[in-house]
T-cell receptor, first 112, second 114 residues
Framework: DARVTQTPRHKVTEMGQEVTMRCQPI?????VFWYRQTMMQGLELLAYFRNRAPLDDSGMPKDRFSAEMPDATLATLKIQPSEPRDSAVYFC??????????FGPGTRLLVL | QQPVQSPQAVILREGEDAVINCSSSKALYSVHWYRQKHGEAPVFLMILLKGGEQKGHDKISASFNEKKQQSSLYLTASQLSYSGTYFCGTERPTSGGGADGLTFGKGTHLIIQP
């Protein structure tokens, strides 16, 4: 049963600290998406990669967020420095055939 | 531009039917439907790629009217397990092909009562 994995599942940190979230897409999928979900804004696209190349990161605050895909099995989303308004659930989604996107379990981030 | 979903919330008795609508002001390449239960990740239901396409499995189906930039999700003879928040995600036409990032609606909360 192929699934997207994300680590950590929960993260509590203090304002100003660096946060790194990791995602392992489904084997064979060539597109990885990062979404953020909050009560106020709902589900928002932050960035996505195809064949490890960044295609769109217009949804990300550029000054503090960065996304990379060092290899086909790992995507990372980093926040430095973190702020309380970054508190949210961060989802990674793996893009399969015909445009289907399968979400990982998410990383629940709380910045104090 | 965020698609608009209606209604915002629905309360049904088990066995009743529901329709959830999703409309966009921009041209769409595809519409994706997800269900999310509290504290969990969105679960993929179906994707509609062509204008006029209809899909379904079990008692959940959907249609996509490309010209009207609208999609509807139909839940027939609802079951308790159908409870959750339903999201439509819309995808823009792209020149390069392949999957694009989705823009999600605010969601429709569906409560099924026994």
């Amino acid at each position: 049963d192929a699934r997207v994995t994300q680590t950590p599942r929960h993260k509590v940190t203090e304002m100003g600290q660096e946060v790194t979230m990791r995602c392992q897409p489904i084997l064979g999928h060539n597109t990885v998406f990062w979404y953020r979900q909050t009560m106020m804004q709902g589900l928002e696209l932050l960035a996505y990669f195809r064949n490890r190349a960044p295609l769109d990161d217009s949804g990300m605050p550029k000054d503090r967020f960065s996304a990379e895909m060092p290899d086909a099995t790992l995507a990372t989303l980093k926040i430095q420095p973190s702020e309380p308004r970054d508190s949210a659930v961060y989802f990674c989604a793996s893009g399969g055939r015909a445009g289907t996107q399968y979400f990982g379990p998410g990383t629940r981030l709380l910045v104090l | 531009q965020q698609p608009v979903q209606s209604p915002q919330a629905v309360i049904l008795r088990e066995g009743e039917d529901a329709v959830i609508n999703c409309s966009s002001s921009k041209a769409l390449y595809s519409v994706h439907w997800y269900r999310q239960k509290h504290g969990e990740a969105p679960v993929f239901l179906m994707i509609l790629l062509k204008g006029g396409e209809q899909k379904g499995h079990d008692k959940i189906s959907a249609s996509f009217n490309e010209k009207k930039q609208q999609s509807s999700l139909y839940l027939t003879a609802s079951q308790l397990s159908y409870s959750g928040t339903y999201f439509c995600g819309t995808e823009r036409p792209t020149s390069g092909g392949g999957a694009d990032g989705l823009t999600f609606g605010k969601g429709t909360h569906l409560i099924i009562q026994p």
